[in-house]
């Protein structure tokens, strides 16, 4: 659903295109996915294109990633110098602003890249350690951002050589990368990218933790987690528990769902029906929480309602 909600969002009036690196997407989701953006954004351009994966053969992949991971490397070349600017998105987020502000953040910058720092790893030394970091030449202290939402700089991407450099990273250090590309480009890009507002890229399991680390105090770390989950622009579901998989009762998983089944990735009503039918079945605990959260958002309702219908609302 990034696709469906990215550009139901969007505010602008001007053409626009949407490029797909197919790491080996099937026919069939090749179709929902032209479904879900000629839905969206009626005349919106669809460009495929088709990644040569001998280039990533013995490239090191991690356990809940593939080779998949390193085409957005070749956005680049992909894009040629025709476009200035490019927003890449993870395929496991839920966009709920407009992405437009992001080309305008971008006009203020001069490094290649705006990100959001990682929420779960804060720095560099936190990825490769201390000593390993200043063996690699690299601050251990300097701060690691999240790849999942990048606005890169085309021309300067080309220019400096960023993933050339990137895929030397990856084939000298496997050994010491944890997060294959986002290692690589925090190493070729470290201290040289714009820091987002972390509502930007939302990683949601990783809230309390990005929280706590950040601030100095409770209270302060808990009215940070409140303005991340309420205010999101972007969630991103990052670890192995996904939203359209059963037994998710993380934090925006309602929203998500909705949007699956609002987005057109669904042929019909029957088809969504089953595949609701199939998740809430193997999802009882899902299923609890959500009632329980029902129960008290009504209770919450009725009870300022009637503070307000009684006067006691207000001094």
């Known amino acids: 659903m990034t696709l469906h909600t990215a550009l139901e969002k969007l505010e602008t009036t001007g053409g626009l295109r949407v490029v797909i690196v197919d ?37 090191k992949t991690t356990k809940w ?14 894009l040629g ?13 839920l966009v709920r602003s407009d992405l437009s502000k992001l080309w305008e953040q971008a006009q203020d910058t001069s490094d290649p890249i705006l990100a959001v720092r990682d929420f779960h790893n804060l720095d560099v030394g936190a990825v490769f350690g201390k ?67 972390p509502k930007w890229n939302v990683m949601v399991p990783s809230v309390p933790r990005f929280a706590s680390q950040t601030t100095s105090t409770d209270k302060a770390a808990s009215a940070l987690r ?5 205010e999101a622009s972007i969630y991103h579901f990052t670890g192995p528990r996904k939203p359209w998989m059963p037994g998710y009762w993380g934090h925006g998983g309602v929203e998500y769902r909705k949007a699956l089944a609002a987005g057109g990735w669904f042929a019909d009503g029957d088809e969504r029906r089953k595949w609701e039918t199939w998740y809430w079945t193997r999802s009882p605990r899902a299923w609890v929480i959500e009632g329980y959260r029902r129960i008290r958002k009504h209770a919450a309702l009725r009870y300022h309602t009637l503070r307000s219908r009684n006067g006691s609302g207000t001094r």
């Open 23 to 59: 790491g080996g997407i099937g026919d069939d989701a090749r179709q929902r996915l032209e479904r879900v953006i000629t839905q969206a954004r009626p005349g919106t351009l669809i460009n495929w294109h088709t990644a040569d994966q001998a280039r990533f053969t013995g490239l």
């Open 226 to 230: 409140e303005r991340l989950l309420t």
């Open 81 to 93: 110098d025709s476009t200035r600017w490019a927003l890449y998105l993870d395929g496991d987020l």
């Open 131 to 197: 000593g390993t970091s200043i063996d690699l030449g690299l601050d251990p202290e300097a701060e690691y951002f999240n790849s999942g939402v990048l606005m890169i700089n085309v021309a300067m991407w080309t220019s400096e050589s960023i993933p050339e450099r990137a895929f030397e990273f990856v084939r000298n250090h496997s050994d010491v990368m944890r997060h294959s590309d986002q290692d690589a480009l925090n190493a070729v890009l470290t201290e040289r990218w714009t820091a987002l507002d």
């Open 65 to 78: 990633g593939s080779t998949a991971n390193y085409l957005r490397l070749l956005i680049p070349e992909i």
